[in-house]
Structure formats: C-alpha cells, structure tokens
C-alpha cells in the first residue's frame, strides 16, 4: 500500500512493492511503516520481478533495477569519510 493514499495499517504483515522505487531509502520507509504500528508477528515483504523464462533475455529491467537499488542501499549504508578514502586509495 503507498503511503500516498493514507491507509492506515494496523494489522499488516505483508508488504508487496509493486512499482520499485529509484530511491530505496523510499520503499524502507514503506516498510518501516508496518514496523512502527507495533507489529508483533513476523514481517514479509515481497519485491516481484519479471524473468525471461526463455532465458533470451539474462537480466530483466526489474531484475537490473533491483542489483542497483541494492548497490545504492550498500553505498548509502557505508560513511562518508570511508567511501572518500576509498576512493584516493584506489
């Protein structure tokens, strides 16, 4: 559910992304929402990606935007002074 269309969610425990966001920082809040309503059972949350079961196609546009958010999910996750030194000493 998006947060857009104020739902108020107070039994959830399942939390489907649809549409992927290009900000993870966007869909964490998402999830973080059913989280912070006290939520005592155990979350799931579920990020559908389309395949090529040919095989013709080896990465899907889902299946490249979902190694990217994470890449940025690791790369916001490291601190700022770690990513600079990094950088020079490469």
């Given at each position: 559910?998006?947060s857009?269309?104020?739902?108020?969610?107070?039994?959830?425990n399942?939390?489907?992304?649809?549409?992927?966001?290009?900000?993870?920082?966007?869909?964490?809040?998402?999830?973080?929402?059913?989280?912070?309503?006290?939520?005592?059972?155990?979350?799931?949350?579920?990020?559908?990606?389309?395949?090529?079961?040919?095989?013709?196609?080896?990465?899907?546009?889902?299946?490249?935007?979902?190694?990217?958010?994470?890449?940025?999910?690791?790369?916001?996750?490291?601190?700022?002074?770690?990513?600079d030194?990094?950088?020079?000493?490469?």
């Amino acid at each position: 559910m998006y947060s857009e269309h104020k739902v108020t969610i107070t039994e959830a425990n399942h939390v489907i992304h649809y549409g992927r966001w290009w900000n993870p920082a966007v869909e964490a809040q998402a999830t973080d929402r059913v989280y912070r309503i006290g939520q005592e059972r155990d979350v799931r949350v579920y990020l559908p990606t389309l395949k090529d079961p040919s095989g013709r196609i080896s990465n899907s546009f889902d299946e490249r935007l979902h190694r990217l958010l994470e890449q940025k999910s690791t790369l916001a996750s490291v601190p700022k002074w770690e990513r600079d030194w990094t950088r020079t000493a490469a």
